[in-house]
Nanobody, 124 residues
Framework: QVQLAESGGGLVQAGGSLRLSCTSS????????LGWFRQAPGKEREFVAA????????YYADSVKGRFTISRDNDKSTAYLQMNNLKPDDTAVYFC?????????????????WGQGTQVTVSS
């Protein structure tokens, strides 16, 4: 099993940047594919970005492509989501998730382990 904890959220003006971190307590962090998802009030959880076990494959939702960058450091058991040029529509609770098989990387149901989420609020 793996336990995940997100950090780095906050309040930022439109056009600003934040970097989210997802830290694992387990020693097998590299055995999991990872995803970032977000959920805004009244909306379903949506895919943001995903990264394969050693970073050999990376995927983004169209809405964040060119603005967000996902990365991971398996030695530190940490994944990151660098968010630039933030927009008010990016306001949501952001979650990281992990899955060993990681076949349908953009489906929330695919992931077995989730963090508690971190709030990102972008003001206009």
């Amino acid at each position: 099993q793996v336990q995940l904890a997100e950090s780095g959220g906050g309040l930022v003006q439109a056009g600003g940047s934040l970097r989210l971190s997802c830290t694992s307590s387990g020693r097998t962090f590299g055995a999991y594919g990872l995803g970032w998802f977000r959920q805004a009030p009244g909306k379903e959880r949506e895919f943001v970005a995903a990264i394969a076990w050693r970073g050999e494959a990376i995927y983004y939702a169209d809405s964040v492509k060119g603005r967000f960058t996902i990365s991971r450091d398996n030695d530190k058991s940490t994944a990151y989501l660098q968010m630039n040029n933030l927009k008010p529509d990016d306001t949501a609770v952001y979650f990281c998730a992990a899955d060993r098989i990681w076949s349908d990387y953009d489906l929330a149901d695919e992931y077995d382990y989730w963090g508690q989420g971190t709030q990102v609020t972008v003001s206009s």
